[in-house]
């Protein structure tokens, strides 16, 4: 078994930043893509970031030029940076990993950080 343990969230004012991180633990795996998912109250949960093993990345209209996706592929972390931070990025923050674990491609959620911008 895989888990994703996120870290990083809380509360800042509007145009401030956070930098939220995902560590992948457990099986041996290879990952194909991590991503980063949002939720807010009575919203659907939305993909905000992802990146791919070999570096590709692709953002939400939203976060563009805001938000920037990394990863370290050493440590099987990857890092969302949120930058001039809007009360509508208020949600609860998941990490999603995509990997192949004993040959078999298997989806992976962490539980989730609580991100909050005040106005």
């Known amino acids: 078994q895989v888990q994703l343990v996120e870290s990083g969230g809380g509360l800042v004012q509007a145009g401030g930043s956070l930098r939220l991180s995902c560590a992948a633990s457990g099986s041996v795996f290879s990952m194909n893509s991590m991503a980063w998912y949002r939720q807010a109250p009575g919203k659907q949960r939305e993909m905000v970031a992802i990146i791919t093993s070999g570096g590709s990345t692709k953002y939400a209209d939203s976060v563009k030029g805001r938000f920037t996706v990394s990863g370290d592929n050493a440590k099987n972390t990857v890092y969302l940076q949120m930058n001039s931070l809007k009360p509508e990025d208020t949600a609860v923050y998941y990490c999603?990993?995509?990997?192949?674990?004993?040959?078999?491609?298997?989806?992976?959620w962490g539980l989730g950080t609580q991100v909050t911008v005040s106005a």
């Open positions: 999603n990993a995509d990997l192949f674990v004993g040959g078999w491609p298997r989806e992976f």
